[in-house]
Nanobody, 115 residues
Framework: QVQLVESGGGLVQAGEPLRLSCAAS????????MGWYRQAPGKQRELVAT??????NYADSVKGRFTISRDNAKNTVYLQMNSLKPEDTAVYYC??????????WGQGTQVTVSS
């Protein structure tokens, strides 16, 4: 099994940066892809960015502002968020998918962007 722990959320002003971290533990060798999702109040959870074998994918709403990266030595995935907007306010969840397409979720970290 894989366990995920997110950190780095908080309250920032519009335009400021923030970096989220997600540390994986357990059966990390089984992880095929990792990603970040977010859920704003009253909305469905949506994909933000994913990374797999060095290939990345981003939601259109964050392209050019967010960067996902992975440190395999530390079993950690990062989400660098620049030029934050109030509409980026949400709970951000880390996700890991194994080679059987089974998913693990972190507990979530709140990101609040004030205008």
């Amino acid at each position: 099994q894989v366990q995920l722990v997110e950190s780095g959320g908080g309250l920032v002003q519009a335009g400021e940066p923030l970096r989220l971290s997600c540390a994986a533990s357990g059966s990390t060798f089984s992880i095929k892809a990792m990603g970040w999702y977010r859920q704003a109040p009253g909305k469905q959870r949506e994909l933000v960015a994913t990374i797999s074998s060095g290939s990345t994918n981003y939601a259109d709403s964050v392209k050019g502002r967010f960067t996902i990266s992975r440190d395999n030595a530390k079993n950690t995935v990062y989400l660098q968020m620049n030029s934050l907007k109030p509409e980026d306010t949400a709970v951000y969840y880390c996700n890991a998918r194994n080679w059987y397409n089974q998913e693990t979720w972190g507990q979530g970290t709140q990101v609040t962007v004030s205008s």
